[in-house]
């Protein structure tokens, strides 16, 4: 039983600084995830998003990612699995089960990863990412 513990916590030790590391890199401006800067410490509250009629929707190419279109050109909003993924020109997400919200802050993390890797082109503000840093 000792030795099964042991071996555990071992394996705890190997495991779980290699997913952090994985998770985010320390850039010198900051934590990032997929290019995207991690934290919710000074996130404005929620936009609101006002439509006149419904927006229109444009798949991903080879993705289940949907980008819908918006009025506004502060903003990039995705739908993915029923949920609306808003990211703002000031940096942070923003979630809801509606494409006119409301809208709930979300640390990058809980965005689908399909999201985040949609292609630059389909995108107004996105941050610039290396490749390498695979989150």
């Known amino acids: 039983m000792r030795s099964t513990s042991r071996i555990i916590a071992a394996a705890m030790l190997v495991v779980i600084p290699s997913l952090v590391s994985c998770a985010a890199t320390d850039y010198s401006s900051g934590r990032t995830y997929f290019g995207f800067t991690i934290g919710l410490e000074s996130a404005p509250p929620p936009p609101r998003l006002m439509y006149v009629s ?3 929707y444009y798949s ?3 993705s289940q990612v949907q980008v819908v279109d918006s009025p506004d050109p502060n ?4 739908r993915y699995g029923g949920t609306f ?4 020109s000031t940096g942070y997400w923003y979630s809801s089960d509606r494409y006119d ?3 709930r802050i979300i ?9 985040l890797i949609v292609p630059e082109d389909h995108w107004r503000h996105r ?3 290396d490749h390498r840093d695979r989150g």
């Open 75 to 78: 903003y990039d909003l995705f």
């Open 85 to 88: 993924y808003f990211y703002s």
């Open 107 to 115: 640390e990058v993390h809980t965005v689908p990863q399909e999201v």
């Open 127 to 129: 941050p610039y990412w």
């Open 101 to 103: 919200g409301p809208y």
């Open 60 to 62: 991903v190419e080879y």
């Open 54 to 56: 419904p927006p229109r």
